[in-house]
């Protein structure tokens, strides 16, 4: 059996206000990517890792990253693309013999060991899961005027986090359909497996604390979190 990690690291963080993307910012001594991948690279079972960034600072994370942290379990970093999609199925294209693949965003600092035991499990039952935690909220779905349309019963509601953890060719063969038609929908990859691998996916409990990096209130929560 063989797992790899596709570590996706080519946003932007426009909502971050920040000339610095979110992904290389600090939560203490260390970038935000970093605590992502040293949670893979600490994994026994976990092969190697896939980091995707975008094309101008491939160089940087090669040098400030992997070689600077000793991350020797990134067997590649390459190029994202336009959307994240785009940068999933170039990470996709770099696995090479894997059994597994864990989709992970490398804005979420705070996956665990724990969390990827869980999701090692579930995918071997399912071929197919995403990690998540049951919505605390109530939520109202709206129209385009924003008028409460339904309320969902919350015990049927959850968030869904990273990472997303897929057989291979599951996930592959489902990307590769993806890709030639319309992805103006997609907004992770359980959605791809579900329209267009047609394989229900199976969500299993992820952290609380396993939040992603998006906004300046995130850093100030993920400050508490090390405390």
């Not at 059996?1 to 939560?27: D, E, P, Y």
């Not at 999609?85 to 090479?96: A, F, I, M, P, T």
């Not at 935690?133 to 109530?138: E, I, L």
């Not at 008028?147 to 291979?168: A, C, E, G, K, L």
Request: proline share 3%.
């Amino acid at each position: 059996m063989k797992c790899t990690a596709i570590v996706l690291a080519a946003g932007q963080g426009k909502r971050m206000n920040s000339k610095v993307q979110k992904q290389f910012l600090h939560i203490r001594e260390y970038p935000v990517l970093y605590y992502a991948l040293k949670c893979f690279q600490d994994c026994l079972w976990m092969d190697d890792i896939i980091l995707v960034t975008g094309e101008t600072e491939i160089d940087y994370c090669k040098q400030n990253i992997v070689e600077e942290y000793g991350f020797s379990k990134v067997s590649a970093v390459i190029a994202g693309g336009k959307e994240r999609y785009h940068s999933v199925y170039n990470g996709l294209l770099q696995c090479k013999g894997t059994d597994y693949v864990f989709i992970h965003d490398g804005a979420r600092p705070f996956v665990t060991e724990e969390i990827l035991v869980r999701g090692l499990a579930c995918v071997k039952d399912s071929d197919a899961c995403a990690a998540g935690m049951p919505s605390k909220d109530t939520v109202k779905i709206v129209n385009e005027e924003h008028m409460v349309q339904s309320t969902p019963d919350r015990r049927y509601v959850w968030n869904v986090q990273t990472p997303q953890i897929f057989s291979y060719p599951l996930v592959a063969g489902a990307y590769e359909k993806a890709l030639q038609g319309d992805c103006g929908g997609i907004t992770d990859d359980a959605m791809v497996v579900e329209q267009y691998g047609s394989h229900a996916v199976k969500l299993y409990e992820g952290s609380y604390q396993n939040i992603k990096i998006t906004t300046p209130e995130d850093l100030r929560i993920a400050e508490a979190f090390l405390d």
